[in-house]
């Protein structure tokens, strides 16, 4: 069946790197545009950013413009999202969501989410 | 880009009918019909209910409805079933090539 699974979140230090992978499978992989949204404890969904079915197009939410960057390798089946100068404000679950097709922003599968931290 | 606006909370009886409201701006709502609504349950991941602002993923039940008229979007669910408890998000397409969520609307099912 359709799955995804994240993983690498844990607790970082302010100012420090972390980054979050995202598995696939159940689907042609290479055939979909692939998001990430973030919730914050108690709070609601806020988009982060997405990355085209080839890699070629990417977007980003203007919370994290220039400190993360959303990347993909459709040979592995897997998306990235490198998180840089990480702040307490980007604390949250972090999930992996497939777009409905190319660049909808409809996000009709998600994974379970991974969890981060920033803690000094 | 600042969050849609929905309502904190509503309610309903089982059986009855509620909507949800999700006001935007002409960038994202009243621009584009690229509208979508998730369904929450606590600790879980979102789902999709509703795409392009009318329409049905399949396996989604036929009482939750879409409609969008100006900058304001709608979603309606009929017949509340005990279920349906859960944290409504409205998301939109913005003029900037991102995507923009409502604060979400916590469903009590009395």
């Excluded at chain 1, 998180?83 to 909808?104: F, G, H, I, P, W």
């Excluded at chain 2, 329409?55 to 669910?77: E, M, Q, W, Y």
């Excluded at chain 2, 279920?83 to 991102?98: I, M, N, P, Q």
């Amino acid at each position: 069946q359709v799955q995804l699974v994240e993983s690498g979140g844990g607790v970082v230090q302010p100012g420090r790197s972390l980054r979050l992978s995202c598995a696939a499978s159940g689907f042609t992989f290479s055939s979909y545009a692939m998001h990430w949204v973030r919730q914050a404890p108690g709070k609601g969904l806020e988009w982060v950013a997405v990355i085209s079915y080839d890699g070629g197009d990417k977007y980003y939410a203007d919370s994290v413009k220039g400190r993360f960057t959303i990347s993909r390798d459709n040979y592995e089946k897997t998306v990235y999202l490198q998180m840089n100068s990480l702040r307490a404000e980007d604390t949250a679950v972090y999930y992996c969501a497939k777009d409905y097709d190319q660049l909808l922003f409809i996000m009709d599968v998600w994974g379970k989410g991974t969890t981060v931290t920033v803690f000094s | 880009q600042s969050a849609l606006t929905q309502p904190a909370s509503v309610s309903g009886s089982p059986g009855q009918s509620i909507t949800i409201s999700c006001t935007g701006t002409s960038s994202d709502i009243g621009g584009y019909n690229y509208v979508s609504w998730y369904q929450q349950h606590p600790g879980r991941a979102p789902k999709l209910m509703i795409y392009d602002v009318t329409k049905r993923p399949s396996g989604v039940s036929n009482r939750f409805s879409g409609s969008k008229s100006d900058n304001t979007a709608s979603l309606t669910i009929s017949g509340l079933q005990a279920e349906d408890e859960a944290d409504y998000y409205c998301s939109s397409y913005t003029s900037s090539s991102t995507l923009v969520f409502g604060g979400g609307t916590k469903l009590t099912v009395l």
